[in-house]
């Protein structure tokens, strides 16, 4: 079974010279380039959490849950196609309060 994989444009929304702010909400941008709707999860350790619907060729915005987002805890993305059976997932990465996590769905 071929592996596609979601790509990270990019992590980090916070300024550099800024402390990160706790009750700031940390966010997931998904563009989905791809024709197909996608169902989109979070995943930490066994838990997967349901953020939403991203329609293809589209792009939306999701807000990460804090209890996901607790210390160097590892997420990863999971992407479900609606009606198919591929479900391509992102690396680990840790996620902080107020960071702005972009991935892209290829076509």
Do not use: W
Request: charged share 15%; net charge neutral.
């Amino acid at each position: 079974m071929p592996f596609v994989a979601l790509l990270m444009a990019g992590c980090g929304g916070r300024n550099a010279e800024s402390p990160p702010n706790p009750d700031a909400a940390a966010m997931l941008q998904v563009e989905n380039r791809g024709f197909a709707d996608m169902v989109v999860y979070a995943v930490s350790g066994s838990q997967r959490v349901r953020l939403g619907i991203a329609t293809g060729n589209s792009t939306k915005s999701f807000t990460i849950p804090r209890a996901l987002i607790r210390g160097s805890a590892p997420l990863r993305f999971l992407a479900d196609p609606i009606g198919g059976s591929r479900s391509p997932i992102s690396e680990d990465m840790v996620v902080q309060p107020g960071d702005l996590v972009s991935l892209t769905i290829p076509p």
